[in-house]
């Protein structure tokens, strides 16, 4: 699934090419699920005409602020892309929704298994109602030394389950969380209210530059994730943990193992990552 890089990324490449963009149209939406709370002539009746104002991201979700406080809202789930395209483009296979702006420009939503999802909503406040219903902190933008010892605080549920929880933090998903786990010398099944206060701050630390590393390396291409041009990302070539059963950790060289927390694969070193501490160990 794409996560909070693949996002970010995604939202920085759509707002260099289409703010200021009028919506011709909008169609092509052949699997009503994928409309939760809109019928697709509302949405067409109501985003044609209007220009792109803002392309943002909050957690996974994409947010395209259009004229008239009117919001087009993506969440791609597990396989979902958003391509740019030419006018007169064929489309992929699994295009299930797509914006289309004068000027041809074509913006489609590319979503082999069907579980992406696109909202609308009307104004401002509904969209920050619904995403506050769901998300918690941003690690890039909210999260502090004393917001994360707040948020964490009576919290004994594993830490791997608390990074998944999106109403902890916003955007975190499998790879990234143990990724940051790895980085920070964590066991993934510590219990969260058992972390010493320097142990709270690499996990901090360890969030942030994970997250900012997958950006800058343009994020992980895993089951077919691409940016809006169809490029790769790279960040796949530099993980230290996640999915690299048996291979040496690349700071102790003990085999990685893998188990299951929550029905998710987890991977991690378990000399660097001790159940019942860490220490810093050599890097």
């Known amino acids: 699934m794409p996560e909070l890089p693949e996002v970010e990324i995604t939202a920085r490449g759509l707002r260099a090419r289409i703010l200021g963009s009028r919506v011709a149209a909008a169609g092509a939406m052949d699997w009503p699920p994928m409309l939760p709370n809109a019928a697709p002539e509302h949405l067409e009746a109501t985003v044609r005409g209007r220009t792109v104002q803002t392309v943002d991201r909050r957690g996974k979700y994409l947010l395209m602020g259009l004229e008239g ?9 597990m396989s979902g892309n958003l391509l740019l395209h030419e006018a007169g483009d064929a489309p992929a296979p699994h295009t299930h929704f797509a914006l289309r702006f004068e000027g041809g420009a074509e913006l489609h939503f590319v979503d082999p298994r ?4 696109v909202y609308l909503f009307e104004s401002r406040a509904r969209l920050d109602a619904f995403l506050s219903d769901r998300l918690g902190l941003e690690p890039l933008a909210d999260l502090t030394a004393r917001r994360l010892t707040a948020h964490i605080r009576g919290r004994r ?30 066991h993934p099944e510590r219990a969260a209210d058992s972390l010493t206060p320097p142990e709270r701050v690499r996990l901090l630390h360890a969030a942030r530059g994970i997250l900012e590393a997958a950006i800058e390396r343009r994020g992980t ?9 169809g490029a790769r990302g790279e ?9 690299r059963t048996g ?8 085999p990685i193992q893998r188990i299951v927390i929550a029905q998710r694969g987890t991977w991690f070193c378990p000399r660097c990552q001790k159940r019942g501490g860490t220490s810093p160990g050599r890097r």
């Open 157 to 186: 549920g594993r830490l791997k389950s608390l990074l998944l929880n999106q109403r902890f933090l916003a955007g975190i998903g499998n790879i990234y969380a143990d990724e940051i786990l790895w980085e920070a010398r964590l």
């Open 114 to 117: 069907k579980f992406g999802r």
């Open 247 to 254: 291979l040496p950790c690349l700071r102790c060289g003990r």
């Open 69 to 77: 406080d009117c919001w087009l809202v993506v969440h791609r789930k």
């Open 221 to 229: 291409t895993f089951a077919g994730y691409v940016d809006e041009t």
């Open 235 to 243: 960040n796949q070539q530099h993980l230290r943990a996640y999915g």
